[in-house]
Each structure stands twice: as structure tokens, then as C-alpha cells.
């Protein structure tokens, strides 16, 4: 039953994010997959700024904060003094697309054995719906109003599709969570980014694409649909590198 | 090139000296961008921490460098960063983030010049916050203010600032490196292993733990926590001067850093000459030796700041004297053409000049 549900790793209660906001359901797979990889004695989550942040606070696991795009350098250091922990990043498209897109790349390059994960709903969330690197051409936001233009906005930058073709990382997918099918697909995305970090094969990155009703400034029931029909036509998923076997 | 970590006195460049006396006092994460005149720290720490089971990283920016800092420390690790003047620029944010993480960090500033009192002292980073400041004169100092800095950071869960140049970078000196210190890692500090416990750690610039409810983070009771901290530290932490010949001075030189070595040397050739000089050599620059410099104006017709910048430290000497005397700026911004620091006007000769004129202001008029 939904009500007997209890998430792993998150305390049960009230999140106060938006109604249809698909960061809680990110965030559940990815604690879940820390819990099923039998991880939770070894993780240390290093969160980015966003909306997201205010899980931070209601997590068994630990975390440690980083200011919005520094994530990633934060994590190098973490891991690096402690090789055998398990370290992560949550972070938004605003937070590392924009802010941090030297210090992911930077880090997938030196291969550092950590595992980005970006929670991408195509805009800056927490501060009120303004265009990131990463919002689609046509995407309406408060600072596109009329829909991002490239003659006056640019493209949007593909983050999973550039990280895929840096050597230092060995895994590298795309995953949706506007549906049943799509949150299980995505979920193991997460497991094997995991292990990834765990056979020390390199660095792994998962992008989750979620719903932001709020920021998109349609109904909570249209936004799984917008998700399809907007972001994951341009931010395509699926497993863009998978080289942990290497 | 030995990596010996054992006491005895070797003759080394201040740089060494310095990577030397921070692997002895337990430093073993260290995250650096290259940078004149603090490049040959990290080249010297690179060759270093690796023998010491530590790590070296070269970051790609001053930004990555003081946040893979952070995330070394946030584990309980001995870490440190450093950079020059216009590298600390860019850690500013990160820097005062951190102290609001209470988080231990030695920073070096292997400055150009001495402009950079303003920036370490009262923080370049937004917010309100401190950082306890340190000012060797030589790497001799360096050496010994190094193994107290990690002490101080690891007491106080609070960054330390040491303020270098690129005379202590690059001159070569006889120094002995301390024995080796060993750390016991901190209960606070991250390794995953309280995870799935209830009690799952936070370190954070938020909160000092999680609220684990539907509220969220309390910033007003958090800053709060950490203002009442920076008060007991403040108050609890020693301030360090270096204070000679003032007790019949009429003139009290105030300098610090490298320039201060000068300085002392220009009152000791005034004072053969018959003139009553005395110095203060801040070593502490946070928290300020205000009573010690206040002491020293105690009697005294003139007090004289002799910094190479456009006048920095003397806005601390003014509040500590209070009126005690006048006080002089008779410093004054002194570079080459390279901008690193080389300072034509630190010329005993120069210095004596200013110091006696200064004097002889107060005593004419």
C-alpha cells in the first residue's frame, strides 16, 4: 500500500516541495540504490544548492554541503583523503551546468572515482524559475520569457552527452522519472553508477530528468508529459557510455 | 633532496621550509594552483605528501583548490590551501563558507607585498566571520607559526591564515623542522560510517545537524552558534607581538612580515645614533596585539606604521593606540616592475630616514 510506503534512508514525513516536483522520486531511487548496494555505512553525499538541498537535512546518510557548482571538487577532496568511502554529488541543472560545468568536467577528466548525479528540470528551481545552461530552446522561464531563443539565449549544452565523451568516465546515462518504467530504468542507472565507483572503474554520472510543474508554469498533471515531450527530446535518454568492465 | 622529516637544521629555501614544517605538523591533504610567488609550495608539497601517505592535488583553478580543501577536511584530514593575494580573491566565498562549516583549514598567503592585510583580517568573503592571522617574519618564524596554525585550526574548527611573501618564498635560510606531529581524526569528521545510524553526520555552512523534520535548517540559530564561537575565540587566543626597545622609546615603529625585519634593523641603527626607537612586530595579526601596541605608545611622542601598501594595519594601530600619540603612516606602496613583491624602499637607509623624520615632526612642531 502507498501509505505503508517507507522510503530508504529519508526520513518519513513532509518534504515542502512543489506538488509533482519529481526531485523526492530522484532522490528515493538514489538512497534506495545506496541501501540495495549495501553502500550506507559508506556514503557521503555532497550536495550542490537547489531545491534539493532541503533533503540534506533529512537523509541517514552522510552529507556534507557545498555551495552551488562546487559539489564536484568538494567530492574530489572527500574522496581522495577517503578512498574507500562512497561519494556522490546532488546537484541541479542550474548548479552544474551553469555554475559548475569546469568542476564536473574537470573532475570526469582527472576520472575521479565519484559519481555526479544531476537532478535536471531545465531551470534554476529554487530562485524561481530562471534559464540554465541547460533549458531547451522554446522553454519559458523568467528570464526568457518568450521561450529561449537561440539567437538571443544560445543552445542549450547537452551535459550527459559531452561528459560521454571524456575518457576518465566510465559510465554515463540519461534517466527519466515521469513514469513507473522510466523510475525503475532510471534506477538502475544509479546501481550501476554505483558500482562503478565501487570497482573503481572511473567516474560515473547519472542526470536525472525530473518534473518542475512550477518552473515550466504548467499544471502538476501536464508535466510528466512536458518532461517527454520538451526535455527528453533534447536531453535524450539511456545509457550514453558504459565502460565499467573495462 | 632529502624528504627526512626528522628535527635537525637544514638550509632551505623559505618554500620548502614552509611544505617541510606542514607535513611535520600533520598536514596531509594539500590542493594548490600554481601562482606567483606560492607555486613552489605546491611543487614541494606534490613531492612530499605522497612519502607521507598524504595527497597532493593541482586543482584546475584557485576555486577547485580551496573546495577539494574543504572536502578533505570535512573528513577529519589535516588539510590546507594557499595561493597569493589574487588567488585568495577567488576563495573568498568558499572561505567564508567554511569558517561557517566550522571546518579546521590552514590557508597560506604568499602575498605580493603587504596589501593583503585588509583581505585576511577582516575577511574577504562576504558575511561576518574570522579568521585567526598569522605573520612570520622569516621562515625561521614560518616554520614554528605553521606547526601552531594547525594547531589553532584543529582547537578552534576555524581557518588560519598565514601570511607569507615572495622574500620568505625564495630566500634560503637555516631552519630546523620540528618532529612530526600526529592528529587523531576528529569524531565529527565524514568516512560514511555513520550512515543508516539515525544519527547519519552533516557537516554544513547550514546547520550543525540535521533537523530531521519538516522545518528545515534554522540559519538565525546557526550564525548565532557561530558568532558566540568566534567571541570565545577571539577572546581565548593569544595574541603574539614581537616588542623591543620600547619601554623609553619616543619613537614606536609598528611593522609586520618580512619589511618588519628592516625595520628593526633601521631602530637599531638609530639607536647607536642616540635616538630612543622602540618596534612592534605584530606576529598575530588576528586577534591584534592591541595592548601590547598600546603599552608601547604609553610615554611615546610618536607612533610610525611602516607597511608596503597604501595603509592597512594602521587602522589597527590608530584603535589600539587611541590616542595615546599620534600615529604616522610612513609606509606607502613599494614595487618593482615585476609587481611580486620587491620592495625598493626596504633599505635600512630609507627606513631610518622616515623613522627620524617622523620624530622629528612631533618634536618640532
Not at chain 2, 563558507?97 to 583581505?119: F, K, S, W
Not at chain 2, 603599552?295 to 601598501?309: F, L, M, S
Request: net charge negative; proline share 4%.
Amino acid at each position: 500500500m502507498v501509505d505503508d510506503f517507507v522510503p530508504a534512508l529519508i526520513d518519513v514525513g513532509a518534504h515542502h516541495l512543489c506538488p509533482g516536483c519529481g526531485e523526492p522520486i530522484a532522490m528515493r531511487i538514489v538512497l534506495e540504490a545506496v541501501a540495495e548496494l549495501d553502500l550506507t555505512r559508506r556514503t557521503i553525499a555532497v550536495f550542490g544548492i537547489g531545491c534539493y538541498t532541503a533533503f540534506s537535512n533529512n537523509l541517514d546518510v552522510e552529507v556534507l554541503q557545498a555551495l552551488h557548482g562546487r559539489a564536484p571538487s568538494v567530492a574530489t577532496g572527500v574522496k581522495r583523503a577517503r578512498p574507500d568511502s562512497i561519494v556522490c554529488t546532488i546537484q541541479g541543472d542550474g548548479d552544474m551546468v551553469s555554475e559548475g560545468l569546469q568542476e564536473v568536467l574537470h573532475t570526469a577528466a582527472r576520472g575521479e572515482s565519484v559519481t555526479c548525479i544531476m537532478l535536471n528540470n531545465g531551470v534554476f528551481g529554487e530562485t524561481g524559475g530562471h534559464m540554465s545552461a541547460a533549458t531547451v530552446v522554446g522553454q519559458r522561464t523568467k528570464t526568457s520569457l518568450e521561450g529561449r531563443d537561440p539567437a538571443l539565449h544560445g543552445r542549450p549544452i547537452l551535459l550527459a552527452s559531452l561528459l560521454a565523451q571524456i575518457e576518465g568516465a566510465a559510465f554515463v546515462a540519461r534517466g527519466l522519472v515521469n513514469s513507473a518504467g522510466n523510475v525503475a530504468r532510471t534506477k538502475k542507472m544509479l546501481l550501476r553508477a554505483f558500482e562503478a565507483q565501487d570497482r573503481r572503474a572511473g567516474f560515473s554520472f547519472v542526470e536525472i530528468l525530473t518534473m518542475c510543474p512550477t518552473g515550466w508554469f504548467v499544471e502538476t498533471e501536464e508535466a510528466p508529459d512536458y518532461l517527454e515531450g520538451h526535455l527528453a527530446a533534447v536531453h535524450a535518454p539511456g545509457v550514453l557510455k558504459d565502460e565499467v568492465d573495462r | 633532496m632529502t624528504t627526512a622529516l626528522t628535527g635537525g637544521r637544514r638550509l632551505l629555501a623559505g618554500s620548502e621550509a614552509i611544505a617541510e614544517s606542514m607535513v611535520a605538523a600533520g598536514c596531509r591533504f594539500f590542493a594548490g594552483y600554481p601562482m606567483t610567488p606560492f607555486t613552489e609550495v605546491l611543487e614541494h608539497m606534490a613531492r612530499l605528501l605522497p612519502g607521507v601517505g598524504g595527497v597532493c592535488m593541482n586543482a584546475e583553478s584557485e576555486l577547485e583548490a580551496i573546495g577539494m580543501a574543504w572536502g578533505a577536511a570535512a573528513t577529519g584530514t589535516p588539510a590546507a590551501t594557499g595561493s597569493t593575494g589574487q588567488g585568495l580573491s577567488l576563495m573568498q566565498e568558499s572561505l567564508a563558507e567554511i569558517t561557517l562549516a566550522r571546518l579546521p583549514l590552514v590557508v597560506l598567503d604568499m602575498a605580493r607585498g603587504q596589501g593583503d592585510y585588509y583581505q585576511a583580517t577582516r575577511g574577504g568573503g562576504h558575511g561576518d566571520y574570522r579568521h585567526l592571522v598569522l605573520a612570520p617574519a622569516d621562515s625561521a618564524e614560518a616554520v614554528v607559526l605553521l606547526g601552531s596554525a594547525f594547531d589553532l585550526a584543529e582547537r578552534w574548527r576555524n581557518p588560519v591564515l598565514v601570511m607569507g611573501d615572495y622574500y620568505l618564498a625564495h630566500t634560503a635560510r637555516s631552519v630546523t623542522i620540528p618532529d612530526p606531529v600526529e592528529r587523531a581524526v576528529p569524531d565529527w569528521g565524514l568516512d560514511g560510517s555513520s550512515g543508516g545510524t539515525g544519527r547519519a553526520k552533516l557537516v554544513s555552512f547550514l546547520g550543525s545537524r540535521k533537523q530531521r523534520d519538516d522545518v528545515g535548517y534554522d540559519l538565525a540559530a546557526h550564525y548565532a552558534d557561530c558568532a558566540e564561537h568566534t567571541v570565545e575565540m577571539t577572546r581565548s587566543v593569544e595574541p603574539l607581538a614581537e616588542v623591543t626597545d620600547t619601554d623609553d622609546a619616543d619613537v614606536v615603529v609598528v611593522a609586520f612580515g618580512t619589511p618588519a625585519r628592516y625595520v628593526q634593523a633601521a631602530a637599531r641603527a638609530l639607536r647607536a645614533t642616540g635616538v630612543r626607537v622602540g618596534c612592534v612586530r605584530p606576529i598575530s595579526l588576528y586577534p591584534f596585539p592591541t595592548e601590547a601596541v598600546a603599552r608601547a605608545a604609553d610615554g611615546a611622542r610618536v607612533v610610525a606604521v611602516y607597511e608596503n601598501n597604501q595603509g592597512q594595519m594602521v587602522d589597527d594601530v590608530r584603535l589600539a593606540v587611541l590616542g595615546r600619540a599620534p600615529v604616522t603612516f610612513i609606509g606607502g606602496l613599494s614595487l618593482d616592475s615585476s609587481g611580486f613583491g620587491i620592495a625598493p624602499d626596504l633599505d635600512v637607509r630609507i627606513l631610518t630616514g622616515r623613522i627620524a623624520t617622523a620624530l622629528e615632526r612631533v618634536t618640532t612642531s
